[in-house]
């Protein structure tokens, strides 16, 4: 009998993490639909098993290996990942269940607020997510609590469970209580983005959402849901200004609202300045600055005043998955600050180090001198601020 040949593990690459890797690069290869459909099946079940198993572990590992090795299996892991955390299939023998994520970035001078959500509020946004959002015959359960960033569960395992927490809630349609004393604290930043999260149970070949059913629109729900919901979501947060973002499936909604929070932020910088120190966009050079430590990257925006040369505000810019290009963030963060009125920008070719204040922690962001330097307001009007300018003032987001 011929031996067979044996293929070599990745070094150091565990058993599970090797078999993921393997399942996704035959998915990103393969060359039909039905050759798609099996490596779907057995990529799923193999994800299935570890998020059951709590091994987030072998999952992380190989999303680190196909990451440094090939980014198309990297991208069909990850999408995998998000559907087998995000939805439960055959949650019971009618229904599949779905966590559904409807963000909102949220802006303010003073702390944006992380809170539990009154029940006559919750009542509120029960009646608009059913007649904006939910397809008819989906019931659902809202966690009863507005959660920042700092709060939503870590990593694909939580995820799924969470959802499952919420699974019987979502049936009897009554909403989710969230055990408020695990969750952790909220930083404070200027512009930031707030998460409502539902679970829904939807049957069987159903559709989910308004705009997957007969003459449904995805752009009327959404600014039905911005025109009905968007002042119920506002009362959570008085002395903000608020932007609601359309409800989504957990991961696609919050990842859109972390790629939109990088514009909006460079918005409520500039809505601050004008408020707080009584400084026009016009008076304002904007320096960008891509910086680089340890494998991380981010561009850093340093608003600086026309006269003087302070740096007044400063704003991060991160990259967002595999495919964003840094050409491609530069030209959006370009036309935002132009749209928010800032004409002067410079931007530095040389890659400056990812640096934060040694005494406070607090990102440092470029001078017109392409120095790396802490953002003050001018004297006379820091006193009431200081905490928002020595906070990193951008856009927090997932890995």
């Not at 120190?277 to 904007?286: K, Q, T, V």
Request: glycine share 6%.
């Amino acid at each position: 009998m011929k031996k067979k040949t044996r293929i070599p593990r990745p070094s150091g690459l565990p058993r599970e993490a090797e078999r993921l890797s393997w399942l996704a690069k035959g998915l990103a290869h393969s060359g039909s639909r039905i050759e798609d459909r099996y490596w779907e099946r057995l990529l799923g079940e193999a994800v299935r098993a570890l998020l059951e198993a709590g091994n987030e572990i072998a999952i992380e590992r190989a999303l680190d290996h196909l990451y440094q090795s090939e980014l198309q299996a990297y991208e069909e892991l990850s999408d995998v990942l998000d559907s087998e955390a995000e939805t439960l299939t055959a949650f019971d023998k009618n229904h599949d269940l779905v966590l559904v994520a409807a963000p909102v970035l949220a802006w303010s001078r003073f702390q944006i607020p992380a809170r539990p959500i009154p029940q006559a509020v919750r009542e509120n946004l029960r009646v608009h997510l059913g007649a904006h959002v939910f397809a008819a015959g989906v019931k659902f359960a809202i966690f009863d609590y507005l959660f920042s960033p700092d709060q939503l569960p870590e990593g694909f395992v939580a995820t799924r469970r969470w959802l499952l927490a919420a699974g019987k809630d979502a049936l009897a349609e009554r909403d989710h209580a969230v055990d408020r004393d695990a969750l952790p604290e909220s930083a404070v930043f200027l512009s930031d983005i707030r998460y409502v999260l539902v679970a829904a149970a939807v049957p069987k070949e159903n559709p989910i959402f308004t705009w997957q059913e007969a003459e449904g629109d995805r752009d009327f729900a959404f600014a039905q849901w911005r025109k009905q919901a968007g002042p119920v979501l506002a009362q959570l947060m008085p002395g903000c200004g608020t932007e609601p973002e359309l409800p989504d499936a957990y991961f696609t909604a919050s990842r859109k609202a972390n790629r939109d929070a990088r514009p909006f932020a460079i918005h409520a910088a500039i809505a601050f300045l004008a408020a707080e120190a009584n400084i026009a966009a016009s008076h304002l050079r904007a320096v960008v600055a891509p910086c680089e430590s340890q494998g991380e990257f981010e561009y850093r925006i340093g608003l600086a005043l026309k006269h003087g040369g302070q740096v007044v505000h400063g704003i991060p810019w991160p990259l967002l998955g595999a495919d964003e290009t840094e050409a491609e963030a530069e030209r959006q963060i370009q036309e935002t600050l132009k749209a928010v009125g800032i004409h002067d920008i410079v931007t530095l070719r040389r890659t400056l180090p990812l640096e934060f204040c040694d005494d406070c922690g607090a990102p440092l962001f470029p001078n017109t001198e392409g120095e790396l330097v802490h953002a003050e307001l001018p004297a006379q009007e820091a006193d009431e601020s200081d905490d928002l300018n020595h906070t990193p003032s951008g856009p927090r987001y997932l890995h």
